[in-house]
């Protein structure tokens, strides 16, 4: 029996490992005909515990950091179409990274293949805040596919 997604969900955060998983993840959507639906999601309270600010991060940097994202996310949306992706989108969602990717939009959206890069994070951040891909892959309801290598299956 040959397994096809029809949906699939690829987390993209800027890191490198973020890039492969989303090569891998136009890929996929071309061969199996799928939707693609890029996810950034911003963590407001990430910046705060790295800024060392007891302060909530202000209204004016999140905005800053938006725009950014959304400039790269339009960015990606654009490579994936001219690389064959019909149905393609993105979304930048705020608040936890690991409840937003693994539950709620996995749940929300019907997606039946989560694609993540090994880690985004530093050994510090992922210390303090743990790696979103572990959780991913304990708590999605659907497959998980961590992305490690290139498109050529090169590190």
Do not use: W
Not at 49 to 62: H, K, T
Not at 73 to 93: F, H, Q, R
Not at 128 to 149: N, P, Q
């Amino acid at each position: 029996m040959k397994q096809e997604y029809k949906h699939i969900l690829v987390a993209i955060d800027g890191s490198t490992e973020s890039e492969l998983a989303f090569q891998k993840a136009v890929q996929v959507a071309i061969r199996n005909e799928a939707t693609l639906l890029l996810v950034q999601v911003i963590d407001p309270i990430a910046f705060q515990s790295f800024s060392g600010s007891e302060e909530l991060i202000n209204e004016q940097v999140i905005v800053q950091i938006s725009e950014q994202v959304k400039g790269n996310m339009e960015d990606y949306l654009k490579t994936a179409k001219e690389l064959g992706v019909k149905n393609v989108s993105y979304t930048i969602e705020y608040g936890s990274p690991k409840r937003i990717i693994a539950k709620d939009l996995a749940e929300e959206k019907k997606i039946d293949l989560i694609m993540i890069g090994a880690t985004g994070l530093n050994a510090l951040e992922r210390f303090f805040m743990g790696s979103v891909s572990s959780y991913v892959i304990r708590e999605a309801s659907c497959d998980v596919l961590v992305v490690r290598k290139n498109s050529e299956n090169k590190v």
